[in-house]
């Protein structure tokens, strides 16, 4: 696959809240039949999020390519508490995919987490996103909960998957 160079950014910058909510709208859509449900909340959960990029355990990184935006992630580490890491709005668009701009997003978001002392990381994503699931699990996340959810406009089995902090782990 022969693409264009790309670049990781943290931080926000005009419209990166409106792109972040186009892809996950229209790769759900497509793969999962989400509609406005599910647009709704990632709108509202980025609006809200945004306004805590101010707390130094908190960022979002961007994948940047010919001045537009085509990926992303986030570490919420407000809205969980207990000093837990909330992993948020990982995806990356379709002129990205197998170019290992997900793999360095997700290193990028773990490496910082484990900078600054989260005893864990926890994710929600739901059954049938094999590719996410196996680079969740090669970076330490194993699945602790699975139930079947509606939140986002169908039935769907949500998951929850968590990494430990390696510098606590004990096995």
Known sequence: KSLQPYTLRCGYVP???????????RYYSETAGFGAPFETRVAT??????????????????????????????????????????LR????????RGSGAGKRLLAEALEFCDAHNFATTDLWTFKGLAAA??????????LVDEYEGH?????????????????????
């Open 133 to 142: 699931r196996a680079m969740y699990e090669a970076n330490g996340f194993q």
């Open 89 to 96: 709005w990982f995806i990356v668009d379709e002129t990205l």
């Open 45 to 86: 959960g980025l609006c809200e999020f945004t306004g805590r990029l101010g707390n130094p355990r908190t960022q979002i990184w961007f994948v940047e390519r010919n001045g537009g935006i085509h990926g992303s992630i986030a570490i919420d580490g407000e809205d969980l508490g207990k000093n837990t890491a909330h």
């Open 151 to 171: 939140q986002w406009g169908s039935a769907v089995t949500e998951q929850k998957f968590r990494r430990l902090n390696p510098k606590n782990r004990t096995d």
């Open 15 to 25: 419209g990166l809240i409106g792109r972040i909510v186009d892809m996950h709208s």
